[in-house]
Protein backbone atom coordinates (compact mmCIF):
# COMPACT_ATOMS: atom_id res chain seq x y z
CA UNK A 1 0.00 0.00 0.00
CA UNK A 2 0.85 3.52 -0.90
CA UNK A 3 0.31 6.86 -2.17
CA UNK A 4 -0.50 7.07 -6.01
CA UNK A 5 -0.17 10.71 -7.32
CA UNK A 6 -1.79 11.89 -10.69
CA UNK A 7 -0.01 14.97 -11.79
CA UNK A 8 -1.87 16.08 -14.31
CA UNK A 9 -4.94 16.58 -11.62
CA UNK A 10 -2.50 18.29 -9.06
CA UNK A 11 -3.13 22.17 -9.66
CA UNK A 12 0.10 23.26 -7.22
CA UNK A 13 -2.11 24.55 -4.43
CA UNK A 14 0.73 22.87 -1.72
CA UNK A 15 -2.38 21.89 0.20
CA UNK A 16 -0.19 18.04 0.88
CA UNK A 17 2.56 19.97 1.35
CA UNK A 18 0.66 21.67 4.28
CA UNK A 19 -0.87 18.87 5.80
CA UNK A 20 1.99 16.55 5.57
CA UNK A 21 4.07 18.92 7.29
CA UNK A 22 1.55 19.47 9.95
CA UNK A 23 1.15 15.38 10.93
CA UNK A 24 5.17 16.06 11.77
CA UNK A 25 4.86 19.30 13.87
CA UNK A 26 1.18 19.58 15.15
CA UNK A 27 1.45 23.03 13.45
CA UNK A 28 1.29 25.07 10.52
CA UNK A 29 4.39 24.77 8.93
CA UNK A 30 6.60 23.64 5.48
CA UNK A 31 9.26 22.24 7.05
CA UNK A 32 9.48 18.94 7.75
CA UNK A 33 6.78 17.63 4.75
CA UNK A 34 8.03 14.24 2.67
CA UNK A 35 5.55 15.51 0.35
CA UNK A 36 6.24 18.84 -2.01
CA UNK A 37 4.55 20.83 -4.75
CA UNK A 38 7.65 21.31 -7.34
CA UNK A 39 6.89 24.25 -8.45
CA UNK A 40 10.36 25.91 -9.05
CA UNK A 41 9.67 26.50 -12.81
CA UNK A 42 6.68 29.00 -12.55
CA UNK A 43 7.69 30.79 -15.96
CA UNK A 44 7.18 27.59 -17.48
CA UNK A 45 4.39 26.29 -15.92
CA UNK A 46 6.06 23.36 -14.92
CA UNK A 47 4.66 21.41 -11.31
CA UNK A 48 4.36 18.26 -10.40
CA UNK A 49 5.23 16.71 -6.54
CA UNK A 50 7.65 14.86 -4.71
CA UNK A 51 7.05 12.30 -2.41
CA UNK A 52 10.02 10.80 -0.04
CA UNK A 53 9.32 7.15 0.70
CA UNK A 54 11.44 5.04 3.12
CA UNK A 55 13.97 4.05 0.28
CA UNK A 56 12.68 5.86 -2.62
CA UNK A 57 11.72 9.39 -4.02
CA UNK A 58 9.10 9.66 -6.39
CA UNK A 59 8.99 12.54 -8.61
CA UNK A 60 5.23 12.74 -9.99
CA UNK A 61 5.89 14.71 -13.37
CA UNK A 62 3.34 15.86 -15.90
CA UNK A 63 4.66 13.49 -17.96
CA UNK A 64 5.23 10.59 -16.07
CA UNK A 65 5.94 8.94 -12.87
CA UNK A 66 10.06 8.89 -11.76
CA UNK A 67 10.86 6.70 -9.35
CA UNK A 68 14.69 6.96 -7.71
CA UNK A 69 16.31 4.72 -5.54
CA UNK A 70 17.83 6.98 -2.50
CA UNK A 71 21.61 6.41 -2.44
CA UNK A 72 22.14 5.41 -5.58
CA UNK A 73 24.07 8.24 -7.66
CA UNK A 74 22.02 11.11 -9.60
CA UNK A 75 22.27 11.22 -12.95
CA UNK A 76 24.30 13.85 -14.00
CA UNK A 77 22.41 15.27 -16.83
CA UNK A 78 19.91 16.34 -14.30
CA UNK A 79 20.22 19.65 -12.93
CA UNK A 80 19.16 20.18 -9.28
CA UNK A 81 17.20 23.58 -8.42
CA UNK A 82 18.87 25.68 -6.05
CA UNK A 83 16.04 25.88 -3.79
CA UNK A 84 15.43 22.23 -4.30
CA UNK A 85 14.14 20.85 -0.64
CA UNK A 86 16.57 19.14 1.37
CA UNK A 87 13.84 15.91 0.90
CA UNK A 88 16.36 13.25 1.98
CA UNK A 89 17.01 14.12 5.06
CA UNK A 90 13.27 14.22 5.65
CA UNK A 91 11.91 11.47 7.74
CA UNK A 92 10.02 9.19 4.50
CA UNK A 93 5.90 8.90 4.12
CA UNK A 94 4.41 6.62 7.02
CA UNK A 95 0.98 6.70 5.63
CA UNK A 96 0.27 8.92 8.57
CA UNK A 97 -0.08 6.16 10.64
CA UNK A 98 -1.10 7.89 13.83
CA UNK A 99 -3.29 9.88 12.17
CA UNK A 100 -6.22 7.45 12.94
CA UNK A 101 -9.45 9.72 11.93
CA UNK A 102 -7.67 10.69 8.38
CA UNK A 103 -5.24 8.22 6.87
CA UNK A 104 -3.24 9.75 4.90
CA UNK A 105 -3.17 13.28 5.72
CA UNK A 106 -2.73 14.53 1.97
CA UNK A 107 -5.05 12.43 0.50
CA UNK A 108 -7.82 13.76 2.95
CA UNK A 109 -7.10 16.88 1.66
CA UNK A 110 -6.62 17.42 -1.54
CA UNK A 111 -9.20 19.51 -3.17
CA UNK A 112 -8.60 17.36 -6.58
CA UNK A 113 -8.21 14.07 -5.30
CA UNK A 114 -4.56 13.87 -7.17
CA UNK A 115 -3.42 12.00 -4.32
CA UNK A 116 -5.03 8.10 -3.82
CA UNK A 117 -4.51 5.25 -1.94
CA UNK A 118 -2.71 2.29 -3.99
CA UNK B 1 -0.57 36.98 19.79
CA UNK B 2 0.51 33.38 20.32
CA UNK B 3 -1.23 31.44 17.95
CA UNK B 4 -2.60 31.68 13.74
CA UNK B 5 0.32 34.44 13.96
CA UNK B 6 3.73 35.42 13.83
CA UNK B 7 3.42 37.80 16.39
CA UNK B 8 5.01 41.02 14.54
CA UNK B 9 4.26 43.73 12.76
CA UNK B 10 7.86 45.23 11.28
CA UNK B 11 7.51 48.71 10.56
CA UNK B 12 10.23 50.34 8.22
CA UNK B 13 11.07 54.01 7.38
CA UNK B 14 12.34 54.52 3.74
CA UNK B 15 14.00 57.78 4.72
CA UNK B 16 15.68 57.32 7.65
CA UNK B 17 16.26 53.31 7.30
CA UNK B 18 15.22 52.64 10.17
CA UNK B 19 13.59 49.33 10.63
CA UNK B 20 11.35 48.30 13.92
CA UNK B 21 9.40 45.58 15.11
CA UNK B 22 6.70 45.55 16.99
CA UNK B 23 4.24 42.88 18.94
CA UNK B 24 0.82 41.92 18.11
CA UNK B 25 -1.22 42.76 20.87
CA UNK B 26 -3.74 40.54 21.31
CA UNK B 27 -6.26 42.84 22.57
CA UNK B 28 -5.93 44.42 19.23
CA UNK B 29 -7.04 41.29 17.13
CA UNK B 30 -9.45 40.70 19.61
CA UNK B 31 -10.47 44.29 18.06
CA UNK B 32 -9.64 44.50 14.59
CA UNK B 33 -9.64 40.42 13.96
CA UNK B 34 -6.77 40.48 10.97
CA UNK B 35 -6.27 41.19 7.51
CA UNK B 36 -7.36 44.50 6.27
CA UNK B 37 -9.35 44.78 9.74
CA UNK B 38 -5.53 45.50 11.26
CA UNK B 39 -4.05 46.96 7.84
CA UNK B 40 -6.55 49.38 8.32
CA UNK B 41 -5.71 50.18 11.47
CA UNK B 42 -2.13 50.52 10.56
CA UNK B 43 -2.95 53.00 8.18
CA UNK B 44 -4.64 55.35 10.35
CA UNK B 45 -1.64 55.03 13.05
CA UNK B 46 0.79 55.98 10.64
CA UNK B 47 -1.53 57.58 8.31
CA UNK B 48 1.40 61.41 8.70
CA UNK B 49 3.85 59.08 6.75
CA UNK B 50 1.87 57.86 3.96
CA UNK B 51 2.49 54.29 4.31
CA UNK B 52 1.76 51.30 2.18
CA UNK B 53 0.42 48.49 4.99
CA UNK B 54 1.42 44.72 3.67
CA UNK B 55 -0.75 42.06 5.65
CA UNK B 56 -2.08 38.74 5.86
CA UNK B 57 -5.47 37.51 6.88
CA UNK B 58 -5.98 35.91 10.28
CA UNK B 59 -6.09 32.53 8.66
CA UNK B 60 -4.02 33.07 5.78
CA UNK B 61 -1.67 30.11 5.26
CA UNK B 62 -3.54 27.43 7.22
CA UNK B 63 -6.02 24.42 6.62
CA UNK B 64 -8.87 26.41 6.38
CA UNK B 65 -9.91 25.88 2.13
CA UNK B 66 -8.31 29.19 0.23
CA UNK B 67 -6.50 30.24 2.79
CA UNK B 68 -4.31 32.34 0.03
CA UNK B 69 -4.65 35.76 0.44
CA UNK B 70 -2.76 38.73 1.66
CA UNK B 71 -3.30 42.39 1.21
CA UNK B 72 -1.79 45.61 0.29
CA UNK B 73 -4.08 48.68 1.76
CA UNK B 74 -2.84 52.08 0.62
CA UNK B 75 -4.25 55.75 0.26
CA UNK B 76 -4.77 55.08 -4.01
CA UNK B 77 -3.58 58.72 -5.89
CA UNK B 78 -5.86 57.69 -8.86
CA UNK B 79 -8.48 57.40 -6.61
CA UNK B 80 -7.80 59.28 -3.37
CA UNK B 81 -9.32 56.46 -1.25
CA UNK B 82 -8.24 54.19 1.18
CA UNK B 83 -7.96 50.79 -1.57
CA UNK B 84 -7.15 47.22 -0.84
CA UNK B 85 -5.42 45.25 -3.08
CA UNK B 86 -5.33 41.28 -2.27
CA UNK B 87 -2.25 39.56 -2.83
CA UNK B 88 -2.55 36.00 -4.64
CA UNK B 89 -0.81 33.09 -5.90
CA UNK B 90 1.45 32.03 -3.17
CA UNK B 91 2.82 35.59 -1.93
CA UNK B 92 -0.03 36.08 0.09
CA UNK B 93 1.20 32.75 2.01
CA UNK B 94 5.18 33.68 2.02
CA UNK B 95 4.67 36.88 3.74
CA UNK B 96 3.70 35.33 6.82
CA UNK B 97 5.91 32.41 6.59
CA UNK B 98 8.89 35.12 6.41
CA UNK B 99 8.32 36.17 9.78
CA UNK B 100 5.55 38.79 10.13
CA UNK B 101 2.19 39.16 9.67
CA UNK B 102 2.31 42.60 8.73
CA UNK B 103 4.58 45.03 7.30
CA UNK B 104 4.41 48.81 7.48
CA UNK B 105 6.29 50.93 4.43
CA UNK B 106 6.49 54.80 5.90
CA UNK B 107 8.61 57.76 4.34
CA UNK B 108 10.22 57.56 0.98
CA UNK B 109 13.58 56.79 0.04
CA UNK B 110 16.30 58.89 -1.53
CA UNK B 111 17.10 55.85 -3.87
CA UNK B 112 16.02 52.72 -5.07
CA UNK B 113 15.65 50.04 -3.09
CA UNK B 114 13.74 46.71 -2.46
CA UNK B 115 13.25 44.82 0.96
CA UNK B 116 14.29 41.64 1.61
CA UNK B 117 12.12 39.68 4.10
CA UNK B 118 13.40 36.24 5.66
CA UNK B 119 13.01 34.06 8.42
CA UNK B 120 11.67 36.90 10.32
CA UNK B 121 14.57 39.39 9.52
CA UNK B 122 14.12 42.66 7.38
CA UNK B 123 16.60 44.95 4.85
CA UNK B 124 16.50 47.78 3.04
CA UNK B 125 18.43 46.73 -0.13
CA UNK B 126 20.03 48.97 -2.61
CA UNK B 127 17.54 48.43 -6.23
CA UNK B 128 19.25 50.76 -8.50
CA UNK B 129 20.65 47.59 -10.32
CA UNK B 130 17.19 46.30 -10.76
CA UNK B 131 15.47 50.22 -11.68
CA UNK B 132 14.76 50.33 -15.49
CA UNK B 133 14.50 46.23 -15.41
CA UNK B 134 10.80 45.08 -16.35
CA UNK B 135 8.85 42.68 -13.63
CA UNK B 136 10.49 39.50 -14.78
CA UNK B 137 13.82 40.68 -15.10
CA UNK B 138 13.22 42.00 -11.70
CA UNK B 139 11.94 38.72 -9.99
CA UNK B 140 14.60 36.03 -12.12
CA UNK B 141 17.25 38.35 -11.22
CA UNK B 142 16.12 38.40 -7.55
CA UNK B 143 15.31 34.80 -6.96
CA UNK B 144 18.92 34.32 -8.47
CA UNK B 145 20.96 36.87 -6.08
CA UNK B 146 19.25 34.98 -3.48
CA UNK B 147 19.74 32.05 -4.92
CA UNK B 148 16.23 30.83 -4.21
CA UNK B 149 13.41 29.95 -7.11
CA UNK B 150 10.98 29.82 -4.79
CA UNK B 151 11.36 33.55 -3.69
CA UNK B 152 8.42 35.63 -3.74
CA UNK B 153 8.10 38.93 -4.85
CA UNK B 154 5.97 42.00 -5.42
CA UNK B 155 7.64 44.22 -7.65
CA UNK B 156 7.08 47.09 -10.14
CA UNK B 157 7.67 47.88 -13.68
CA UNK B 158 9.05 50.76 -16.15
CA UNK B 159 5.15 52.05 -15.45
CA UNK B 160 5.54 52.24 -11.69
CA UNK B 161 9.04 53.86 -12.32
CA UNK B 162 7.25 56.45 -14.47
CA UNK B 163 4.20 57.10 -11.79
CA UNK B 164 1.64 55.96 -14.51
CA UNK B 165 -1.50 56.31 -12.45
CA UNK B 166 -2.34 52.28 -14.28
CA UNK B 167 1.08 51.09 -12.71
CA UNK B 168 0.38 47.66 -10.72
CA UNK B 169 2.01 46.06 -7.67
CA UNK B 170 2.76 42.60 -9.62
CA UNK B 171 3.63 39.02 -7.86
CA UNK B 172 6.51 37.07 -9.23
CA UNK B 173 6.12 37.69 -12.83
CA UNK B 174 2.62 38.08 -13.26
CA UNK B 175 -0.09 40.66 -13.31
CA UNK B 176 -2.16 41.32 -10.19
CA UNK B 177 -5.40 42.34 -8.97
CA UNK B 178 -3.90 45.96 -8.12
CA UNK B 179 -6.89 48.22 -10.51
CA UNK B 180 -5.81 51.21 -7.75
CA UNK B 181 -2.04 52.28 -9.41
CA UNK B 182 -0.53 50.76 -6.53
CA UNK B 183 2.47 50.37 -8.59
CA UNK B 184 3.06 54.61 -9.03
CA UNK B 185 2.41 54.46 -4.89
CA UNK B 186 5.54 52.06 -4.77
CA UNK B 187 7.93 53.98 -7.45
CA UNK B 188 6.63 57.52 -5.70
CA UNK B 189 8.59 55.93 -2.59
CA UNK B 190 11.46 54.47 -4.90
CA UNK B 191 10.56 51.30 -3.80
CA UNK B 192 11.38 48.48 -6.62
CA UNK B 193 9.53 45.92 -4.52
CA UNK B 194 9.78 43.26 -1.75
CA UNK B 195 11.14 39.76 -1.97
CA UNK B 196 9.89 37.62 0.86
CA UNK B 197 10.82 34.31 1.77
CA UNK B 198 10.72 32.16 4.79
CA UNK B 199 10.73 29.32 6.56
CA UNK B 200 8.27 29.91 10.05
CA UNK B 201 5.96 27.62 12.08
CA UNK B 202 2.50 29.16 12.74
CA UNK B 203 1.07 27.34 16.75
CA UNK B 204 -2.83 26.95 16.47
CA UNK B 205 -4.82 26.67 19.88
CA UNK B 206 -6.50 24.23 19.14
CA UNK B 207 -5.16 22.34 16.39
CA UNK B 208 -6.74 19.10 16.20
CA UNK B 209 -10.28 20.48 16.58
CA UNK B 210 -9.02 23.20 13.84
CA UNK B 211 -7.30 20.49 11.11
CA UNK B 212 -10.59 18.27 11.65
CA UNK B 213 -13.22 21.47 10.88
CA UNK B 214 -11.11 22.19 8.40
CA UNK B 215 -11.25 19.51 6.45
CA UNK B 216 -15.27 18.76 7.48
CA UNK B 217 -15.52 22.40 5.47
CA UNK B 218 -13.37 21.21 2.52
CA UNK B 219 -15.73 18.47 2.27
CA UNK B 220 -18.42 20.52 2.09
CA UNK B 221 -17.10 22.23 -0.67
CA UNK B 222 -15.83 19.14 -2.72
CA UNK B 223 -19.80 18.32 -2.87
CA UNK B 224 -20.71 21.36 -4.62
CA UNK B 225 -20.74 20.70 -8.08
CA UNK B 226 -18.96 23.94 -9.60
CA UNK B 227 -15.04 22.19 -8.95
CA UNK B 228 -15.88 20.31 -11.90
CA UNK B 229 -14.78 23.55 -13.67
CA UNK B 230 -11.19 24.97 -14.02
CA UNK B 231 -9.54 27.88 -14.89
CA UNK B 232 -10.31 31.29 -16.18
CA UNK B 233 -12.23 30.33 -19.54
CA UNK B 234 -15.10 28.31 -17.13
CA UNK B 235 -15.22 31.69 -15.02
CA UNK B 236 -15.78 33.51 -18.18
CA UNK B 237 -18.32 31.51 -19.35
CA UNK B 238 -19.98 31.14 -15.94
CA UNK B 239 -19.89 34.94 -15.97
CA UNK B 240 -22.08 34.70 -19.54
CA UNK B 241 -18.94 35.75 -21.23
CA UNK B 242 -19.73 33.57 -24.59
CA UNK B 243 -16.85 31.77 -26.68
CA UNK B 244 -14.34 32.42 -24.42
CA UNK B 245 -14.09 28.25 -24.26
CA UNK B 246 -13.38 27.73 -27.77
CA UNK B 247 -11.47 31.00 -28.02
CA UNK B 248 -8.94 29.99 -25.36
CA UNK B 249 -8.67 26.00 -25.56
CA UNK B 250 -6.15 26.04 -28.92
CA UNK B 251 -3.62 27.88 -26.04
CA UNK B 252 -4.45 26.51 -22.89
CA UNK B 253 -1.53 24.48 -21.46
CA UNK B 254 -2.64 23.66 -17.62
CA UNK B 255 -5.03 25.51 -14.55
CA UNK B 256 -3.07 26.19 -11.36
CA UNK B 257 -4.29 26.85 -8.44
CA UNK B 258 -3.41 29.97 -5.45
CA UNK B 259 -2.30 28.08 -2.00
CA UNK B 260 -5.22 25.24 -0.90
CA UNK B 261 -7.78 26.78 -2.77
CA UNK B 262 -9.84 23.98 -4.17
CA UNK B 263 -11.06 25.68 -7.71
CA UNK B 264 -7.72 26.77 -10.27
CA UNK B 265 -8.60 30.32 -11.09
CA UNK B 266 -5.31 30.62 -13.28
CA UNK B 267 -4.52 29.99 -16.35
CA UNK B 268 -1.41 29.39 -18.37
CA UNK B 269 -1.23 30.29 -21.88
CA UNK B 270 1.58 28.52 -24.33
CA UNK B 271 1.73 31.25 -26.88
CA UNK B 272 5.24 29.94 -28.67
CA UNK B 273 4.98 25.97 -27.57
CA UNK B 274 2.82 23.80 -27.76
CA UNK B 275 0.33 23.90 -25.31
CA UNK B 276 -0.36 20.06 -25.07
CA UNK B 277 3.56 19.94 -23.90
CA UNK B 278 3.72 17.51 -20.65
CA UNK B 279 7.44 17.74 -20.04
CA UNK B 280 9.25 21.35 -19.23
CA UNK B 281 9.20 23.71 -22.03
CA UNK B 282 13.08 24.46 -23.37
CA UNK B 283 12.08 27.77 -23.93
CA UNK B 284 12.66 30.05 -20.88
CA UNK B 285 9.09 32.33 -21.34
CA UNK B 286 6.62 29.93 -23.37
CA UNK B 287 4.01 31.57 -22.76
CA UNK B 288 1.69 33.69 -19.57
CA UNK B 289 0.11 32.83 -16.78
CA UNK B 290 -3.02 34.62 -16.86
CA UNK B 291 -5.46 35.44 -13.63
CA UNK B 292 -7.14 38.40 -14.61
CA UNK B 293 -10.32 37.48 -16.47
CA UNK B 294 -12.02 40.82 -17.53
CA UNK B 295 -8.48 42.07 -18.80
CA UNK B 296 -8.41 38.32 -21.07
CA UNK B 297 -12.16 39.24 -22.45
CA UNK B 298 -10.95 42.97 -22.83
CA UNK B 299 -8.35 42.32 -25.23
CA UNK B 300 -10.49 39.47 -26.99
CA UNK B 301 -13.01 42.26 -27.34
CA UNK B 302 -10.12 44.43 -29.63
CA UNK B 303 -10.70 41.74 -31.71
CA UNK B 304 -7.42 40.33 -31.20
CA UNK B 305 -6.34 36.32 -31.63
CA UNK B 306 -5.82 34.27 -29.00
CA UNK B 307 -2.23 34.08 -29.18
CA UNK B 308 -1.94 38.09 -29.61
CA UNK B 309 -4.40 38.25 -26.46
CA UNK B 310 -1.44 36.45 -24.49
CA UNK B 311 1.59 38.33 -26.04
CA UNK B 312 -0.57 41.63 -24.93
CA UNK B 313 -0.84 39.83 -21.60
CA UNK B 314 2.13 39.12 -20.88
CA UNK B 315 3.55 42.89 -22.32
CA UNK B 316 1.42 44.19 -20.08
CA UNK B 317 2.88 41.84 -16.66
CA UNK B 318 6.45 42.60 -17.75
CA UNK B 319 5.77 46.69 -17.80
CA UNK B 320 4.22 46.18 -14.82
CA UNK B 321 0.70 47.95 -15.67
CA UNK B 322 -2.93 47.01 -15.40
CA UNK B 323 -3.70 44.99 -18.55
CA UNK B 324 -7.26 45.72 -18.31
CA UNK B 325 -6.76 49.47 -18.20
CA UNK B 326 -4.74 48.58 -21.30
CA UNK B 327 -7.45 47.21 -22.55
CA UNK B 328 -10.33 49.34 -22.20
CA UNK B 329 -8.40 52.55 -22.42
CA UNK B 330 -5.52 52.24 -25.26
CA UNK B 331 -7.86 52.86 -28.60
CA UNK B 332 -5.79 50.51 -29.96
CA UNK B 333 -6.41 47.21 -31.96
CA UNK B 334 -3.34 45.79 -32.91
CA UNK B 335 -0.79 44.04 -30.47
CA UNK B 336 2.05 46.61 -31.82
CA UNK B 337 -0.21 49.51 -30.84
CA UNK B 338 -1.43 48.42 -27.96
CA UNK B 339 2.01 47.55 -26.41
CA UNK B 340 3.32 51.08 -27.67
CA UNK B 341 0.76 52.60 -26.16
CA UNK B 342 1.76 52.03 -21.83
CA UNK B 343 3.01 55.28 -21.55
CA UNK B 344 0.12 57.77 -23.29
CA UNK B 345 -2.80 55.91 -21.67
CA UNK B 346 -5.08 58.24 -20.32
CA UNK B 347 -9.11 57.85 -18.33
CA UNK B 348 -10.17 56.05 -15.72
CA UNK B 349 -10.98 52.87 -14.94
CA UNK B 350 -14.22 52.43 -12.94
CA UNK B 351 -13.92 51.31 -9.00
CA UNK B 352 -17.20 49.49 -7.92
CA UNK B 353 -19.22 50.28 -4.69
CA UNK B 354 -17.32 52.97 -2.40
CA UNK B 355 -13.96 51.97 -4.38
CA UNK B 356 -12.42 50.46 -1.67
CA UNK B 357 -12.64 46.99 -3.70
CA UNK B 358 -10.60 45.68 -6.99
CA UNK B 359 -12.98 45.71 -9.76
CA UNK B 360 -10.71 42.14 -10.46
CA UNK B 361 -12.94 40.42 -8.60
CA UNK B 362 -16.71 40.16 -10.52
CA UNK B 363 -19.28 42.47 -8.66
CA UNK B 364 -21.45 39.23 -8.48
CA UNK B 365 -21.44 35.51 -7.58
CA UNK B 366 -19.85 33.14 -9.80
CA UNK B 367 -20.76 29.45 -10.66
CA UNK B 368 -23.38 29.65 -7.31
CA UNK B 369 -26.54 31.80 -6.33
CA UNK B 370 -26.37 33.21 -3.66
CA UNK B 371 -29.55 33.90 -3.15
CA UNK B 372 -29.20 37.17 -4.42
CA UNK B 373 -32.31 38.55 -6.43
CA UNK B 374 -31.32 42.98 -6.77
CA UNK B 375 -28.63 45.09 -8.16
CA UNK B 376 -27.91 47.13 -4.49
CA UNK B 377 -28.05 43.56 -2.97
CA UNK B 378 -25.29 42.19 -5.06
CA UNK B 379 -23.29 45.19 -4.87
CA UNK B 380 -23.59 44.95 -0.76
CA UNK B 381 -22.85 40.94 -0.84
CA UNK B 382 -19.99 41.72 -3.12
CA UNK B 383 -18.18 44.64 -0.98
CA UNK B 384 -18.98 42.70 2.47
CA UNK B 385 -17.62 39.38 1.19
CA UNK B 386 -14.89 40.96 -0.03
CA UNK B 387 -13.84 43.08 3.31
CA UNK B 388 -14.59 39.63 5.32
CA UNK B 389 -12.24 37.67 2.95
CA UNK B 390 -9.64 39.98 3.56
CA UNK B 391 -10.13 40.31 7.16
CA UNK B 392 -9.79 36.19 7.32
CA UNK B 393 -7.09 35.99 4.54
CA UNK B 394 -9.61 34.20 1.77
CA UNK B 395 -8.91 33.71 -1.92
CA UNK B 396 -11.41 36.63 -2.86
CA UNK B 397 -12.53 35.04 -6.27
CA UNK B 398 -13.04 31.89 -4.68
CA UNK B 399 -15.03 33.91 -2.13
CA UNK B 400 -17.78 34.62 -4.48
CA UNK B 401 -17.65 30.99 -5.96
CA UNK B 402 -18.42 28.98 -2.55
CA UNK B 403 -20.94 29.26 -0.37
CA UNK B 404 -19.69 26.66 1.97
CA UNK B 405 -17.46 29.97 3.04
CA UNK B 406 -19.46 31.12 5.87
CA UNK B 407 -18.93 34.17 8.01
CA UNK B 408 -19.94 31.37 10.71
CA UNK B 409 -17.02 28.84 10.09
CA UNK B 410 -14.04 31.75 9.16
CA UNK B 411 -15.19 33.04 13.04
CA UNK B 412 -15.24 29.36 14.18
CA UNK B 413 -12.29 28.54 12.67
CA UNK B 414 -10.34 31.81 14.27
CA UNK B 415 -11.86 30.91 17.65
CA UNK B 416 -10.26 27.73 17.55
CA UNK B 417 -6.83 28.91 16.19
CA UNK B 418 -6.63 32.00 18.53
CA UNK B 419 -8.24 30.21 21.23
CA UNK B 420 -9.81 33.82 21.43
CA UNK B 421 -13.32 34.55 21.56
CA UNK B 422 -14.10 36.79 18.00
CA UNK B 423 -18.23 37.20 17.63
CA UNK B 424 -19.98 38.18 14.88
CA UNK B 425 -20.75 41.62 16.33
CA UNK B 426 -16.91 41.76 16.34
CA UNK B 427 -17.17 41.14 12.67
CA UNK B 428 -19.46 43.15 11.90
CA UNK B 429 -18.22 46.18 13.56
CA UNK B 430 -14.99 45.69 11.36
CA UNK B 431 -16.31 45.07 8.25
CA UNK B 432 -18.87 48.73 9.09
CA UNK B 433 -15.32 50.38 10.11
CA UNK B 434 -13.70 49.54 6.48
CA UNK B 435 -17.15 50.04 4.11
CA UNK B 436 -17.88 53.00 5.94
Not at chain 2, 25 to 51: A, R
Request: charged share 25%; proline share 4%; net charge negative.
Amino acid sequence: MGIKINALKCTNCMACEMVCSYHRDDGFAFLSACIVAYRAREKKDYFGVLLKEEEVLIVARPEGLEINKIGEEADPDKKADASAKPMLLREGCDLCEDMDDYGPMCIAFCPVDAITLD
Amino acid sequence: MEYLSTDKILVIDLGTGDIEQDEIDEGLVQEKIGGIGMTTYLYEKYEKDEPIIIGTGLLSGTTYPSSASGQITAKSQVTGKLCHCPVIYKVGLEIKYSGFDYIVVKGKSDKPVYLWVHDGVADISDASGLWGKNVWESTDELRKFVGDDLLQTMIIGPAGEKGSNFAQVCFNHWSSPDRFGFGKVFGGKKLKGLAFRGMGMIEVAEPEDFVQRSLEILKDIKENSFLGNKGVGAMLGALKEDGMGDYLDPVTHRHSADYFTPYATNTALFLDEDPGLLPESKKDEPGILVSDIYALAAFKKLGLSVKDTGLALKACAKYGIDPFAVATLCGKTTLADITGSFDTIRGEVAIPGRGLFTSWCPVRPIFNDFGLSSEDETLAWWERRQAVAMIFGIQPMFALMCPEITENNLLELANLGTGLELSQDTLDAVVQHICG
